[in-house]
């Protein structure tokens, strides 16, 4: 590597670290609270053909779910910094276990391993993870 | 004739354009920035420069010279010559383009550049750090051979490439008509970059727009549509590892499941969301599902 180009790089890099602490400083570094209304709203535009049935809000405001009208399917709307992301699960295929109060949703993916989704408390994750992979309707 | 490293000439005014680009995000409230994401682009644009340097950039150059013994024309580094290999270039670019959006293997390279779910300057520097040697040697090198000096085809890509930063923007509506016909804009990139499926595989240009209007991919943005930035399937991490291999990871884990020979090749020259029992969804796909919703009544809504 020639010094001219080491110069370059120690540049650049200085560049991208004053761009990213303006960013930091000015706010920018902001986490999108999932409510039920900005789930709904998401998931209308990911997947406009699933007709949601029922949906859990994580009471931390990280990730919301919904199973689908005929059941067969659940829909996982997920906070990335001031975005969302969503998922659409075949019910049958879905890797859903209950951590406590909180519901694991293995997605097995390179950007996301799993989504977590926090219930109001044991019980109803117990209803929820029911609901969900089980025979509850 | 010696061709100047424009892009890394151009870097301190990236900077300014960007801290200028927050400020107005800041007192207007217009556009979105978000830390995470922008650190990831601007990571990404820093690893797509250094990362050729370790072979891509090498490969290639030998690749040329090789090429350019056996060129078509002697043609000469004169202005001329230069606005005409921008021209033959920006043809290239727009069908590398295109053929990015509609295979999947290619796509692995680019979908980078569309991980981001925000539209503003850094997003321009969210590239590749694995399609240099692939695009170049086969999109590029046709050029090479017609006579055109490699030094001078890296020259004019790099105009494209200064060209193209500042179209990443919400903060510029609509340039003056002639502008908006003949050359790329913010608000025929915003399309490009958009979700909505009406929005989808559309104005693949680099800088001359009209490229989209002969072959038939320009779609104007329309004020009751905002765009809706990202990918079809947005990706859960910041992670610049992961934003520049996870498609690749993912074609090789849909490789090892193929059952047959054109499962193997639908998985890599098919379109992205390319399955064999078309259990994902293609662009196509995607515009044939909003159509047929947008013909029938609405969903009920949840309880």
């Known amino acids: ?137 | 004739m010696n061709f100047p490293d424009i892009v890394t000439l151009a870097t301190p005014l990236f900077i300014i354009a960007i801290l200028a680009e927050l400020a107005a995000w800041k007192t207007t409230g217009r556009g979105r920035y978000e830390t995470r994401d922008a650190a990831a682009s601007l990571v990404m644009g820093l690893g797509s420069q250094i990362i050729p340097l370790f072979g891509a950039k090498v490969a290639l150059a030998a690749l040329w010279t090789w090429v350019y013994q056996f060129r078509l024309f002697d043609i000469p580094n004169a202005p001329w010559a230069i606005v005409l290999c921008f021209v033959l270039d920006d043809l290239r670019y727009y069908w590398l383009h295109r053929i990015a959006h509609e295979r999947r293997l290619f796509w692995a390279t680019h979908v980078v550049h569309h991980s981001s779910q925000h539209y503003n300057l850094t997003t321009a520097l969210r590239q590749t750090w694995t399609g240099s040697l692939l695009n170049g040697a086969i999109f590029t090198t046709p050029l090479v051979l017609l006579g055109f000096h490699p030094t001078m085809i890296v020259f004019v890509f790099g105009l494209n490439l200064i060209y193209q930063f500042w179209i990443h923007t919400e903060f510029i509506d609509k340039m003056p008509r002639w502008f908006e016909w003949l050359l790329n804009t913010p608000s025929h990139h915003r399309v490009h970059h958009a979700t909505n499926p009406r929005y989808l595989d559309a104005n693949y240009a680099g800088t001359l727009m009209i490229w989209d209007r002969i072959f038939g991919s320009f779609t104007p943005e329309d004020r009751a549509e905002k765009p809706r930035y990202g990918i079809v399937k947005n990706l859960g991490s910041f992670n610049p590892l992961v934003i520049a291999f996870s498609e690749w990871i993912n074609i090789g884990r849909d490789l090892l499941s193929a059952r047959s020979l054109r499962d193997a090749v639908g998985f890599t020259l098919g379109p992205p969301g390319w399955s064999p029992d078309g259990s994902r969804l293609t662009s196509k796909m995607l515009k044939e599902r909003q159509a047929r919703l947008d013909a029938a009544p609405p969903l009920a809504p949840a309880e």
């Open chain 1, 1 to 137: 590597m020639t010094q001219g180009l080491l110069i370059e790089l120690v540049l650049s890099i200085a560049g991208v670290g004053l761009l990213v602490a303006v960013s930091w400083m000015l706010g920018a570094w902001r986490n999108a609270f999932v409510t039920a209304n900005a789930a709904a709203d998401r998931l209308a535009f990911d997947e406009p053909d699933f007709a949601a049935r029922e949906w859990l809000v994580g009471a931390d405001g990280k990730a919301a779910a919904a199973r689908s009208a005929d059941g067969a399917e659940i829909a996982l709307v997920f906070a990335l910094g001031d975005s969302f992301a969503t998922r659409r699960l075949a019910r049958r295929q879905a890797r859903v276990e209950q951590r406590g109060a909180a519901l694991r949703f293995a997605l097995g993916e390179v950007s996301r391993r799993a989504v977590y989704l926090t219930a109001p408390d044991e019980a109803a994750a117990r209803r929820w993870l029911s609901l969900l992979t089980g025979d509850g309707v």
